[in-house]
Nanobody, 116 residues
Framework: QVQLVESGGGLVQPGGSLRLSCVHS????????MGWYRQAPGKERELVAD???????NVADSVKGRFTISRDSAKKMVYLQMNNLKPEDTAVYYC??????????WGQGTQVTVSS
C-alpha cells in the first residue's frame, strides 16, 4: 500500500501563487507516473498535470503557462507550482501515483481557494 500526503493548499487572492507538495511512501523504483488532479464542487475530477519517471510532463490546456509540475524521485516528492491563480482554479487538489505494476493510489486532497 502506498500512501500519499499533500500539502501547500490554502486561500490566495487572484493573481497569487501557491506551491503544492506531495510525498509518497512507496519505493522510488515502483512509481511510474505522478500527477495532480482537481475537483471543483459539482464537477468531475480532472487532470491538471502529470509527470513520468523519465521526466516527461503533461499539462492541461486550462493551466498551461501558469502551472508547472516537477518531481524529485529521490525524495519521493512531486510539486505543483501554481502562478497567476484564477477563481476558477478553486478546487480540492489530489495527488495520484501510478506504479509500474499498474496500480493507482490517491492522496486525501488539499483545498485551494482563489478569492479576493
Amino acid at each position: 500500500q502506498v500512501q500519499l500526503v499533500e500539502s501547500g493548499g490554502g486561500l490566495v487572492q487572484p493573481g497569487g501563487s501557491l506551491r503544492l507538495s506531495c510525498v509518497h511512501s512507496g519505493s522510488i523504483f515502483s512509481i511510474n507516473v505522478m500527477g495532480w488532479y482537481r475537483q471543483a464542487p459539482g464537477k468531475e475530477r480532472e487532470l491538471v498535470a502529470d509527470i513520468a519517471s523519465g521526466g516527461s510532463a503533461n499539462v492541461a490546456d486550462s493551466v498551461k503557462g501558469r502551472f508547472t509540475i516537477s518531481r524529485d524521485s529521490a525524495k519521493k516528492m512531486v510539486y505543483l507550482q501554481m502562478n497567476n491563480l484564477k477563481p476558477e482554479d478553486t478546487a480540492v487538489y489530489y495527488c495520484k501515483a501510478h506504479t509500474f505494476s499498474d496500480t493507482y493510489y490517491w492522496g486525501q486532497g488539499t483545498q485551494v481557494t482563489v478569492s479576493s
